[in-house]
């Protein structure tokens, strides 16, 4: 609960503050509760989406869900949901996914996103396109006035030629100051950061707003080369926000 505690008139009220990561774990027990018995769950990535799939692991164990099935987002979530025994199966078996529940890098008031600086973009938008209800938690350091304000816009690239699809990028979006960057691994060799899928990712970084969303990931997808693009349009259905005064459920 987000109660504070006793005010005493003697001293300052205590201040009752959450860390970053007891937000994420907020929204993602907040998100859970849509989770019942019998559905088809996507299982989304990174470190607010892996509170979620810990609370489904707890709750199949508790018998208070039963006959669930997962269906993971990247290879890191397969791990943690095979190590929890979740029952897992993928998008061939199940195309027809009830709710997925996954974090996001950004949020607007529109309720579109940016995913995929955790690199899993592809795979979540596959499941995340299947699903019936897809339920985004985050912090509420992730709300942005819009799409780009707040780092890196990725897009999941072909290595055969990504200083290509790099080069066509950035001139693409040359008039909202676009920096297109190949992300690396973060090794001392610079080696090229390699997706699930063994493709690589461009970092879009804009200095201005790039306007119309829908004519931007348009013209993306029509590049050679491009696989997929971090941008999640229209797609949420409910996004939980957890903040320091409680929490917030927006719905489409
Ligand atoms: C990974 C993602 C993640 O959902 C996104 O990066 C948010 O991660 P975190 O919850 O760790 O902030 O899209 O591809």
């Known amino acids: 609960s987000m109660e504070a505690g006793p005010l005493s008139p003697l001293s300052s009220p205590p201040r009752l503050v959450l860390t970053q990561d007891e937000l994420k774990k907020i929204a993602a027990y907040k998100a859970v509760e849509f989770v019942k018995s019998g559905m088809v769950i996507g299982l989304g990535t990174g470190s607010t989406a892996k509170h979620a799939v810990d609370r489904i692991a707890d709750l199949l164990h508790q018998g208070k869900l039963k006959n669930i099935i997962g269906i993971p987002t990247s290879k890191k979530t397969h791990q943690q949901a095979l190590s929890l025994g979740i029952p897992l199966s993928d998008l061939n078996s199940h195309p027809n996914v009830d709710l997925a529940i996954d974090g996001a890098d950004e949020v607007d008031s529109d309720l579109n996103l940016v995913k995929g600086r955790g690199g899993s973009l592809l795979r979540e938008k596959m499941i995340e396109s299947a699903c019936t209800k897809f339920v985004v938690i985050v912090d509420e350091s992730k709300l942005v006035s819009h799409i780009g304000a707040n780092g890196a816009m990725p897009v999941e690239v072909v290595p055969f030629c ?66 997929e693009h971090g941008m999640f349009l229209g797609m949420a259905t409910t996004v939980i926000v957890a903040g320091e005064l409680g929490v917030t459920v927006k719905n489409k």
């Open 162 to 227: 990504w200083k290509f699809s790099q080069e066509r990028l950035q001139q693409l979006f040359y008039y909202s100051g676009c920096m297109a960057k190949l992300r690396s691994n973060g090794g001392e060799n610079g080696e090229p950061f390699v997706t699930d899928n063994g493709n690589y990712i461009v970092d879009l970084f804009f200095k201005k707003d790039i306007g119309d969303l829908r004519a931007a990931s348009d013209a993306i997808l029509r590049l050679p080369g491009v696989v």
